[in-house]
């Protein structure tokens, strides 16, 4: 029985999720279109199986195609980023970080990541995150005035107080992340690396973007977002950590692998292997900064002042709102986005003064830089009628019929 006959209210939410993905412009950055292929891998009879252990060494028997798959996926994933060794088990990107430091710290070992309200992410050592309570959590953040990264502070932070793990990378950062810089940091003071790409995979996999391989113990990333796979994760390390991190992985932290998952990233690794990803993954640094131009030129600040790869961070203050009724407005017309934190940002987080955005999902619906003019000026007239109801929902029907024109892919009919 069908899902349609089976169970109609289901059907009918995911039916118009559909649709809303279809009508919307989506720029939360984090969000992606999978491809036809790579949905109908995640919703294969693979779900079915159990998998625990590793190919060629599990706990359950009937492996005959889930042991060649799982070696496959990771195959592709060492070809494509050029890594020594790939687990692809891990559930998502939060765990897979969890995974890298319960295999290579000890509770209480110090651990220096990205601050939380400018740019990092909750599981680089956040103090509401379980990272932040089993580790000894400093926090390094940006600069005051440019808002970029800067490698002088962070090295005397590093110096003073001895981490045994770095991580570079971000969710809210605008510029490229300088690797080797984070390495020659890490390796004074006798840290580990780990690099979170959970954001920019995509990119690097296209040449978009620089590669942390070459310079990190330890790399994660999640497989959606840039990557345009199903939603899971997967490290990359060196081949000393191989052992380490697997019996992190398995039985540390979890345990049979999603197989579906899994299948379905192997059809993603494919497909980035492409010369259209490529042309993809610079499109959509080109889309940024086109669209990152046309707010600035609406009179929009944007934190670093521009963007190098798939994402804009601007102060929605700077035109007179907040992140949240910006966002909210912007919603209501139809260009999904996100409140988020400025770096020093006065406002509380959860009414914050920016907004995030990005281009992975327009540039996989084939928009190049002219429509990204026509982004900005929504989101600009958006803002100058944030308060009246039935302008955004007639602005929503332009968003509308503008999105119809692009196909969105893995959603055939939703028009």
Not at 123 to 139: I, N
Request: with cysteine; aromatic share 8%; glycine share 10%.
């Amino acid at each position: 029985m069908t899902l349609e006959f089976a169970d109609p209210e289901v059907h009918a939410l995911i039916r118009d999720e559909g649709k809303r993905q279809f009508d919307t412009i989506r720029l939360i950055p984090s969000e992606n279109y999978a491809s036809a292929a790579v949905l109908e891998a995640t919703g294969s009879v693979l779900t079915n199986k159990y998998s625990e252990g590793y190919a060629n060494k599990r706990y359950y028997e009937g492996q005959e195609f889930i042991d060649p798959l799982e070696l496959l996926t990771i195959e592709r994933a060492k070809s494509l980023f050029g890594a020594d060794h790939v687990n692809v088990q891990p559930y998502s990107g939060s765990p897979a970080n969890l995974a890298v430091y319960s295999g290579l710290l000890q509770p209480g070992d110090t651990l220096m990541g990205m601050s939380l309200p400018h740019g990092g992410h909750l599981t680089h050592g956040w103090k509401v995150s379980v990272t932040g309570k089993l580790y000894r959590a400093v926090q390094y953040k940006v600069d005051e005035t440019s808002h970029r990264l800067d490698f002088d502070e962070i090295r005397e932070l590093a110096l003073k107080e001895r981490p045994k793990m770095i991580i570079a990378g971000a969710t809210a950062y605008p510029r490229i992340v300088d690797f080797e810089a984070f390495a020659s940091i890490a390796k004074e003071v006798g840290a580990y690396l780990h690099a979170d790409i959970a954001h920019i995979s995509g990119l690097v996999a296209g040449g978009a973007h620089p590669s942390p391989v070459p310079y990190a113990d330890t790399v994660v990333s999640t497989t959606h977002k840039t990557l345009r796979g199903p939603r899971g994760g997967m490290i990359l390390c060196k081949s000393e950590h191989a052992k380490t991190i697997d019996r992190a992985v398995f039985p540390g932290l979890q345990g049979g692998p999603h197989n579906h998952t899994t299948a379905a990233l192997a059809v993603a690794l494919k497909e980035a292997s492409t010369s259209e990803f490529k042309a993809y993954a610079h499109q959509i640094v080109a889309n940024a900064r086109a669209l990152a131009g046309r707010l600035i030129e609406q009179g929009f600040t944007l934190v670093t002042g521009g963007t190098d790869n798939h994402l804009i961070l601007f102060d929605a203050t700077s035109r007179g709102s907040t992140g949240r009724r910006l966002s909210r407005a912007l919603n209501r017309a139809g260009i999904i986005t996100n409140a988020n934190t400025v770096p020093f940002d006065p406002r509380k987080p959860f009414d914050p003064s920016g907004v995030r955005i990005g281009t992975p999902a327009v540039t996989s619906r084939g928009m190049k830089e002219p429509e990204m003019g026509h982004i900005g000026n929504f989101i600009s007239r958006v803002l100058e009628h944030e308060d009246d109801v039935d302008a955004l929902d007639a602005i929503g029907r332009e968003v509308a019929d503008f999105c119809r024109q692009f196909p969105a892919p893995g959603i055939p009919n939703a028009a």
